[in-house]
């Protein structure tokens, strides 16, 4: 046990340094809050009021799969969470808070509805079941990670209600906007928003780690969404008013996607390292277990990526979209 102490004792201090120096650099550390943790765990040994044992937290039937997913973590007991003062999720935001800039939230929905899954195979739940109880405690939960003083966004995916997005609006949370999903999908033929409409108060991402690449999405992807997206006035104007069917898949349709989204109305962008590059590498397959799943690795070295011309290239690209768009902050110049 000294052992294990003294090793977190060691990684919390290279942490601290770490953050230091990045803050030092201009850099902001963003980190991530999973939704759920683990029935193992310290937290649920610890607080096993807290949480429902003989069910477990999944997710209802999607476009991920058609059964829904199990994830076998226990379920949270809402109502004595909430009888507590939220005491332990408070403490959850204060560490979170002491670790990163700002952090993403797991599984946003599922703070406002969990989908609970009984473990002796009754019918699956939602808790809490009523939509006024569930506004509540979503609005409720976000408030306590803004009070903790980290910047959040919100992961705002999947089987999301209506609810949900309007929520994040009245309090100033950004959600994601994923193109391929961005869609006008109430109008015929499913339209693709251009990427300039994207509200400010959010963050244009070309994938998430549960999506396949952006080139392999581009590859499966039927005639006419080839042609709607090749008709969007921001690829058009990347483009230089050319159709993305005249281009090579990469990089030249990468670099429109990639670029499109830098140019995109949302205040915040992000990009998986494999769609940076225009890799078919796939991080993580929902509802599968794999040797695959979550194995992805860079071919270098982290201290090797300014050697490695593919790399140094990509940054060189990134960073010149960067200042195009005003993601990227000039670098100071030297006194004369």
């Known amino acids: 046990m000294l052992w294990r102490q003294y090793l977190q004792w060691i990684a ?3 942490w601290r340094a770490a953050r230091s120096a990045a803050a030092d650099a201009g850099v902001r550390l963003f980190g991530d809050l999973p939704f759920m943790v683990d029935g193992e765990s310290a937290d649920v040994w610890a607080h096993q009021e807290d949480f429902i044992l003989d069910a477990s937290v999944g997710v209802p039937p999607d476009a991920f799969s058609a059964t829904g997913q199990d994830w076998g973590m ?28 700002g ?11 969990t989908y609970a899954r ?11 079941a009523l939509e006024p109880e569930q506004v509540a405690l979503g609005e409720q939960t976000l408030a306590i990670f803004l009070e903790a003083g980290a910047e959040i966004i919100a992961e705002d995916l999947g089987i999301v209600p209506d609810l949900v997005r309007a929520s994040l609006a009245r309090l100033g949370v950004p959600g994601f906007r994923i193109f391929r999903w961005e ?21 244009a991402a070309s994938g998430t780690h549960d999506t396949e690449s952006m080139r392999v999405w581009w590859e499966r992807a039927d005639i006419d969404e080839h042609e709607q997206v ?7 104007r990347v483009t230089g008013g050319r159709s993305l069917l005249d281009l090579p898949p990469n990089p030249d349709v990468r670099d429109a996607l990639l670029e499109a989204l830098y140019a995109s109305g949302s205040r915040l962008f992000l990009a998986p390292v494999p ?23 860079l071919p270098w070295l982290l ?11 990509r940054q060189a690209k990134l960073r010149a979209w960067g200042l195009e768009y005003g993601r990227t902050k000039p670098r100071p110049q030297p006194p004369l």
């Open 303 to 313: 201290d090797r990526l300014d050697e490695t011309p593919e790399a140094a290239e």
């Open 118 to 128: 009984p473990r002796n195979g009754g019918e699956p739940f939602f808790t809490p």
């Open 230 to 236: 090749s008709d969007l006035p921001t690829i058009r």
């Open 275 to 297: 769609d940076v590059f225009g890799w078919t590498a796939r991080i993580n397959e929902p509802a599968t277990i794999s040797d695959d799943n979550w194995t992805f690795r």
């Open 183 to 203: 869609r006008r999908w109430h109008v015929p033929g499913h339209p693709f928003r251009d990427p300039a409409e994207y509200p400010a108060l959010s963050v």
């Open 12 to 14: 919390a201090t290279q």
């Open 74 to 101: 226990p379920v949270y007991r809402w109502d004595v969470i909430a009888a507590g003062d939220y005491q332990w999720l408070r403490k959850r935001a204060r560490r979170s808070a002491a670790l990163y800039d």
């Open 103 to 113: 952090y993403r939230v797991d599984h946003l929905v599922g703070f406002y509805r």
